[in-house]
């Protein structure tokens, strides 16, 4: 699983457009869709429709993805972590984010400023680390 994240994967913080709430997300992709039926199998996520996704090159290939948020996520980053390679850093961010968040929260104990800044800095820095092109 570990190469899989490593080599066909992301690790990022996915903001909802409609609410703004911060998530953690671990996504793989791959033009074999045998993959993302056997992660989905075997580590749980949403079901997989068969339909690949088209990119806007229309000579690129049709990939599939797979991906898992939240708690979910979190399992499989600190599962993959010993083995990572080049995913590393965005996987102590991932990690780092997760611990801002406690089971007791709710709309009468919202997030402080400080909750709020703490999870925005780390979503810009795996942002930095996922940038693509050269660095």
């Known amino acids: ?11 990022f913080i996915r903001s909802d457009k409609a609410t703004g709430h911060l998530a953690l997300e671990v996504s793989i992709s791959n033009t074999d869709p045998r993959l993302t039926v056997w992660l989905r199998e075997t ?5 997989c429709s068969g339909e690949p996704r088209f990119l806007p090159n229309k000579k690129a290939k049709k990939f599939y993805q797979w991906s898992l948020r939240s708690k979910h996520a979190e399992e499989i980053v600190l599962g993959v972590y010993p083995w990572l390679l080049l995913k590393k850093q965005q996987a102590e961010i991932a990690i780092a ?19 709020l800044t703490v999870r925005e800095d780390l979503r810009s820095k795996i942002r930095v680390l996922n940038k693509r092109g050269a660095a």
């Not at 580590?43 to 079901?47: I, T, V």
């Not at 611990?99 to 909750?115: A, M, Y």
Request: charged share 25%.
């Open 1 to 11: 699983m570990a190469a899989f994240v490593d080599g066909e994967g992301s690790i």
């Open 97 to 115: 984010f997760r611990r801002t968040f406690s089971d007791g929260r709710n709309q009468s104990n919202p997030l402080t400023s400080l909750e």
């Open 43 to 47: 580590f749980g996520g949403p079901k």
